[in-house]
């Protein structure tokens, strides 16, 4: 039975004055002068359709823990549904960190043992719609996990390549865009994301980089597009939790090389956004005119609607 739908939030839509857009970075003026600033290369804004045209798969994926994905996850959710897509997000971490975070609305008449999670679609328990719950927010459900997706790793019966992609293709639910919010580790579960995905999203939090995780994440990604899944292209690069420094410049020149068809998004640091998991909010509710919400906004709209101005 589905909740009061009365009752589901509308995620508000944000509007704060948008950093500004640039097609590369100016090394040229010294980095206490540099400012926030989102990159989108010329050749994929002119490739990027004025409108989503069908479904599209996102991972979040970077194997360093910590580096922002489940806020990532969380904040391009809530944007997209303000936007008024129907947005789908699938925990693929047995940590649960988006699970606890977005709250799934369990239906009253379900027994807590009878509720499905991301391991029970593994295991063929059930399919991803029969996992997909409610959350308090409009156009916005989740597939939960638990700590027992942790055996999803350890068990080779489960959790071939294509798994999640096949989950996926099988869904007859309404969604336009579902998100999987990959585990700090480059295992099956990344895998089985990288090769559901149309498009990869990768955060690094310039505070706790890890220059070689960056090559291995880079390595899996092209031993994916080699195996299972030649199409997955790497969409954008987020600089979460950004503070001016002169390290958060060279990061942010070493990505732009690293993935020069990506774009990278600026995603400036607020101490508010880092308690919203604990209010179970997102962040664009939470603290709805700080800065972290208004970039991430602005992230989401230049992916989704490139056209329109955002900057
Ligand atoms: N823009 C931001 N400003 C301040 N804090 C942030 C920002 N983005 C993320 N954080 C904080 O950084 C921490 C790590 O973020 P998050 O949980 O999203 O990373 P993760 O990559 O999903 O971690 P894990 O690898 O454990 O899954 C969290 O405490 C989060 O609240
Ligand atoms: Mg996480």
Wanted: glycine share 4%; proline share 8%.
């Amino acid at each position: 039975m589905p909740p009061d739908l009365s009752v589901l939030t509308a995620l508000p839509v944000q509007r704060r004055e948008p950093l500004k857009v640039v097609s590369a970075w100016d090394l040229t003026i010294p980095y206490q002068e540099f400012r926030a600033q989102h990159l989108m290369p010329p050749a994929l804004a002119a490739q990027l359709p004025d409108r989503p045209t069908r479904h599209r798969t996102y991972i979040v994926v970077n194997q360093k823990g910590g580096a922002g994905k489940t806020t990532t996850t969380m904040e391009l959710a809530a944007v997209w549904t303000a936007m008024g897509y129907t947005v789908r997000v699938i925990d693929s971490d047995h940590q649960a960190s988006l699970s606890g975070w977005l709250q799934p609305l369990y239906p009253e008449d379900v027994a807590p043992k009878d509720r499905r999670e991301l391991t029970d679609v593994f295991y063929g328990r059930c399919s991803l719609d029969e996992a997909t719950y409610y959350t308090r927010y409009q156009n916005l459900y989740v597939v939960p996990s638990t700590e027992e997706l942790a055996l999803v790793d350890l068990d080779p019966r489960v959790g071939k390549d294509t798994a999640l992609r096949k989950a996926i293709a099988a869904s007859q639910a309404p969604i336009d865009i579902t998100i999987i919010d990959a585990p700090p580790a480059l295992g099956k579960l990344s895998v089985n994301g990288l090769t559901a995905a149309d498009e990869a999203l990768v955060p690094l939090k310039v505070g706790a980089l890890d220059e070689r995780g960056l090559g291995k994440l880079h390595r899996t990604i092209r031993a994916v597009q080699e195996e299972t899944n030649p199409g997955l292209v790497v969409r954008a690069t987020f600089l979460t939790a950004w503070k001016r420094s002169e390290y958060a410049r060279e990061v942010a020149e070493r990505v732009r090389a690293d993935y020069p068809e990506a774009a990278v998004f600026t995603i400036r640091e607020s101490v508010k956004a880092a308690e919203a998991p604990k209010h179970f909010e997102p962040v664009r509710l939470f603290e709805p005119t700080g800065t972290t919400a208004a970039d991430y906004d602005q992230a989401g709209r230049m992916l989704l609607h490139p056209k329109e101005d955002t900057a």
